[in-house]
């Protein structure tokens, strides 16, 4: 099921894991499995690959890698389908990826004799990549009545949806405001009137798409397929170089 109405669809570069996602979805839908249980399978199915990894076991790495991408779709396709949206889940699923993406850089550290500096570098500018990503597509889902549970600028406590406990949401809240604050609010103050605008193009929502989790994870098992794990902590401090550019796209071209 997609976020967005048919009209708004566009071709999702890091959104390969849907359709699989959607399977694993429709299986569990009469289950009691709920999204947050897939995205704990996502949480261990990433820790394996990181011990794989750290052992030299690079292309079992790069599938479990792969898989939890798509099971990082499925959980909100479960939701979706169970009609059962959940900030505590919306949360959880964000502190997660946060916490695997620096998990994989530390791996990629520990493996390569990369300085801890650069290794850090390159998880702010992972962390700013998915951001940009996040902050227009938010945007758009939002401008065309399409998923709302992901919040253009996320500064105040949601209230609880039916079935689930405000505390348990407000905790979720804050964990994720410590994590993320910062990068949302640099993405925020670099293109404050994003949100201003009509509604984003198919070909800037794709072209920004190289930017989404997805897409970074797919990278990554690719570099170790080819056993480049040397060169993958480089690379993303260098591939950060388009934020800048994608965001004068959208200043320059897609104007309010």
């Known amino acids: 099921m997609s976020k967005l109405p048919k009209k708004y669809q566009f071709l999702d570069l890091s959104d390969y894991g849907r359709s699989p996602g959607h399977w694993i979805a429709f299986k569990l839908q009469d289950t009691n499995l ?112 399409g998923d709302t549970t992901s919040r253009v600028i996320e500064n105040t406590k949601p209230n609880a949806f039916k079935g689930e406990s405000q505390s348990r949401v407000n905790l979720f809240y804050n964990i994720y405001n410590v994590l993320y604050i910062c990068f949302d609010k640099c993405m925020y103050y670099m293109d404050k009137n994003a949100r201003y605008c009509h509604p984003f193009p ?20 690719l570099m170790l397929v080819f056993e480049l794990q040397r060169f993958v902590i480089p690379f993303f401090i260098g591939y950060s170089v388009l934020i800048i550019v994608f965001i004068c796209i959208r200043k320059l071209i897609l104007k309010p």
């Open 34 to 145: 709920t999204a947050i249980h897939v995205t704990s399978m996502f949480v261990i199915t990433g820790l394996i690959a990181i011990g794989l990894l750290i052992n030299g076991y690079l292309i079992t790495a790069a599938f479990l890698i792969i898989l939890k991408s798509i099971l990082d779709a499925a959980d909100g396709e479960l939701s979706r389908l169970k009609k059962n949206p959940s900030y505590v889940g919306r949360y959880y699923d964000s502190i997660a990826d946060l916490v695997l993406n620096f998990c994989f850089l530390l791996a990629f550290w520990y493996i390569t004799d990369i300085s801890i500096i650069y290794m850090l570098i390159a998880f702010i500018g992972i962390q700013l990549q998915g951001t940009l990503y996040n902050y227009y597509y938010v945007i758009l889902r939002n401008s065309v009545a």
């Open 202 to 221: 198919k070909w800037f929502m794709t072209l920004i798409s190289l930017y989404g989790l997805g897409f970074q994870l797919l990278l990554m098992a």
